[in-house]
């Protein structure tokens, strides 16, 4: 199994980066570029290699995920574990990828800066953001900053200046939750958008289906897609499921 230093040595060779953490990886940005350093038919102008937020990693996996969809790459992407840029989820996958890259590479001139088309390859942070410890500075799940406290430097001898630090750094918060919030909902809508069209579906098949000849598995994904956590309601004025017409 190679190790996480020969890992390093050929992500970094291969793509012209300088990571030193595996943990690295869990942006997305270089996971995209070794498959297209394969294919050559990523979209890397849609590749953010500078990710600092998850928003932005998740965007960069949505565009990995894709790409093997087009070239018929079966292994399932942990996102989910992926993001959140811990050494061991992302060593297994990044070893997945070393085999496959291996059984797979033609052997063709790549040239990895030329595909970025200059943009930025900022080493990404080694803890992805939102989540708790670190010593940068990132925000944890409930918008309290990692540590503790923000740190405001003399209490006693607060000065104008500090106070102008302090709320600069308060404005960063706020910007990186906004950005973050931002993502979540374009993730929402985007699943929405599925679920809403499988609903349509599903609804117009069973309606050109007998009611004794329906489909049993049909009528079980309309039932999950009706289902409600205990406690939920539906908004006042929303129309009942069999009464929608399409």
Known sequence: MTSRADLLAWLNELLQINYTKVEQCGSGGAYCQVIDSIYGNVPMNRVKMNAKHEYEYIANFKVLQNSFAANKVSKPIPIEKLVKCKMQDNLEFLQWLKRFWDQNYGGQVYDAAARRKGAPTDTPATVA??????????????????????????????????????????????????????????????????????????????????????????????????????????????????????
């Open 129 to 246: 953001p939102l989540t708790t410890g670190g010593s940068r500075g990132t925000l944890s799940a409930g918008g309290v900053r990692a540590g503790g406290r923000t740190p405001v430097g003399g209490r006693a001898g607060s000065t104008q200046p500090t106070d102008s630090v302090v709320v600069h750094q308060l404005k960063a918060q706020v910007e990186e939750m906004n950005g973050h919030l931002e993502g979540l909902e374009k993730e929402r809508d985007f699943y929405f958008e599925k679920l809403r069209e499988i609903e349509i579906l599903v609804q117009e098949m069973l309606e050109n289906q007998l009611d004794e000849s329906q489909d049993p598995t049909l009528k079980k994904i309309q039932a999950i897609l009706y289902s409600t956590e205990e406690g939920f309601e539906a908004p006042a004025g929303e129309a009942e499921p069999e009464d929608e017409m399409f």
